[in-house]
């Protein structure tokens, strides 16, 4: 904590909001041009990014069917009313919670093994961290579909190894199961990969002073790796959170949302893109929004994550 | 993107803007070249069928140089052909012509304004000779929206050698398979039970044969009566008697093809394509392999079965109407739907082709590799039985949400309280039907 503080302090010395320094004729124009051409990077960022969230925010206020174009009329906040008052939506909620939650502590224990392993690696270690990235360079709906084989009855070596007298994909608890394992399979290498570049931050001499003191291995890695590496431990779960939390390719091929496995990124692909109600599933979407916007909101202001790249390493 | 990004510059330095609208110019003109460097095309979206590249090379032929007929082929589920042609419909895109629409899409895409109205000579042509229940699946509201391509129906399969009497009604299937499961014989039942249309066109069977109705006849209210509540009731009974497979509610189409011919069931409810894969991998036991009608639901009342299949609509979108008539008026044809389906092995639409004795090539003798209706159908006339007595899913422009709600609360079927879920079933059709509720 304390190495972090100093460092903190002293590349840090706040510009003050009161006196606002007087520009040059030049100054101001340079400042001008700055602007103009920074102009066209932001009217495209708007664009793209600006223009669809307000448009579903607009279809989301909307009774809007593609199949009864006749029918289109504003309803305000009626579309929300039917969505948090239904069952679907709120089993789909809370299997996205849970699958989020368990999913992201598993990754993050087996990432921070991971890391420690090929922080310490001696030999081959670039062969090492090849190795242990594959599983993050296949396209998750190829491994979807090998897992989805794998845990199917007949065509399945771990379906008949492990459950030789039932189909393990068509029941709730293990299909969730599943679909853990193969969340955790896919991006626990990423979470290594971030873990590892925080790790690259603890000082060598901090460890082996802590020794000298006679430190055990597990209170150095809880009494000085750990806080050090807090930032990037905040900044790889806060980017796990936020992509678990929208899982989808995994469920659409494993489960396709049978047995209340349907998550809330599936659920609103179904009542956009299958059910065409544009209507509601802008309704959805506006509420996934809002939901990644106050997990993250939570974890930049509750727990001090910080942007990766900015050097205020700790609380704001 | 070239358009944005002029417009962004408007104002600023004329020589600039000038020459980036020139530039978006020559790429919009380089682009629209692609479409159409040569003539006319008609294009045609259509789910993968092995030979249909013929039939579409054949209607191109037919047109005498006017057009050439280009075959796009849509994603293999259904749900995907379904997605990509309503993306681009609902996007305004004026390159499809003709549409390859499952059975179930016709009222939808009629209600949105997508697919044209059939009328006179094509009108006539279209509907000459076709069996009367696929032609009710390309009606709505009394309007004539597609001509039908092919159809489909499901038969009860099994093997002569466990069930030389095979069962007529539910109840005898139920019991003929537990006495195989009490000797230790393959017993099983094997159907579409995974969460998927494949369940509601199962239990659509179901209802129809027990005398019941889903939706109304005009698809704007729900009905769901004692008929409907029978055959939850049967949906329960046979998944709960101890002769289905643990993976039953994982199964589609072609899984049960699989459990079939591994040999672990008796009786399998599937469509005629069976028969073909059969016929290639167990060759010397395809003697043993037979069909008859779904089971009924009662002794006295024949079964009324689902049907399945492709019609083939207009595109509104479309800039060559007249073209595009003429195009599915030909992929549909006698000639092209009879090599559909000694071919491809879709059944077709047109009655007169279940009696039709012609190989496919009139000039040589009939074999393996020139096939007749006989040869390739020894199950014609079972098919052109249930066909005359089918059954037709809802018709309702909501089908989409509808199913979707019915598999949802149709699996698994085992779970199914017959009282409870027919009350779910009234309450989140009737919200689905409105395009209000949620679906899951």
Known sequence: ?316 | MGKRMSASRRGRSPGRTGSLLGATALTVGLLAGCGSDAGLKINVYYAPEDNFQSVVDDCTKASGGRYEVVYNKLPRPADGQREQMVRRLAAGDDSLDVLGLDVTWVSEFAEAGWADEWTGEAKAEATAGVLPGPLETATWNGKLYAATKNTNVQLLWYDDRLTPNPPKTWDEMIQQAQALKAQGKPANVVFTGAQYEGLVVIYNTLVESAGGKILSDDGKSVVMDAGAIKALEMLKKVTTAGITDPSLTNSKEDEVRQAFQRGNAAFELNWPFVYASYAKEKKDELKHFKWTTYPRFEAGKPAKTTIGGYNLAVSSTSKHKAEAYEVALCLRNEKNQKFSALKDGVPPTLESLYTDTVPLDATAGVSDDNPSMDTKYPMRETILDALKDAAVRPLTPAYQNASTVLSKILSPPSEIDPQKTAEKLKEQLADALQSKGVIP
């Not at chain 1, 193969?182 to 082996?208: N, Q």
């Open chain 1, 1 to 316: 904590m304390t190495v972090q503080e100093t460092a903190g302090s002293a590349t840090e010395s706040k510009p003050g909001k009161k006196a606002k320094p007087v520009l040059s004729e030049g100054k101001k124009a340079e400042r001008r041009l700055g602007l103009w051409l920074c102009a066209p990077a932001a009217f495209v960022m708007i664009a793209v990014t600006g223009y669809p969230i307000v448009y579903s925010i607009w279809l989301s206020l909307q009774r809007y069917d593609l199949r009864f174009p006749a029918q289109q009329e504003f309803v305000g906040l009626d579309n929300y009313v039917s969505v948090l008052t239904n069952g679907y939506w709120w089993t789909a909620f809370g299997t996205t919670m849970g699958l989020t939650v368990v999913s992201v502590v598993i990754e993050f224990v087996l990432g921070m093994i991971l890391a420690l392993i090929m922080h310490r690696t001696l030999v081959g270690r670039g062969l090492v961290r090849t190795v242990a990235l594959i599983p993050y360079g296949i396209v998750t709906v190829v491994a979807a579909f090998s897992w989805y084989y794998a845990w199917t009855p007949d065509t399945g070596y771990l379906a008949n190894l492990f459950f030789p007298d039932s189909a393990p994909l068509t029941e709730y608890g293990s299909s969730l199961a599943i679909i853990v394992l193969a969340e955790v399979w896919k991006t626990t290498p990423f979470m290594a990969l971030l873990l590892m570049a925080g790790l690259a931050l603890v000082p060598e001499d901090l460890l082996k002073a802590a020794a000298m003191d006679g430190a055990t291995a597990w209170q150095r890695f809880t009494k000085v790796m750990l806080p050090v590496m807090k930032p990037a431990i905040l900044v790889a779960l806060l980017f796990r959170t936020l992509d678990a939390f929208r899982i989808f390719d995994n469920i659409f091929v494993l489960t396709n949302g049978a047995q209340d496995t349907s998550s809330v990124s599936m659920q609103t692909y179904n009542n956009l893109v299958k059910g065409l109600n544009l209507g509601i599933g802008s309704t959805m979407a506006v509420l996934i929004f809002i939901t990644v916007a106050i997990i993250a909101f939570l974890f930049i202001k509750v727990f001090g994550t910080a942007a990766p790249g900015s050097d205020n390493g700790g609380k704001r």
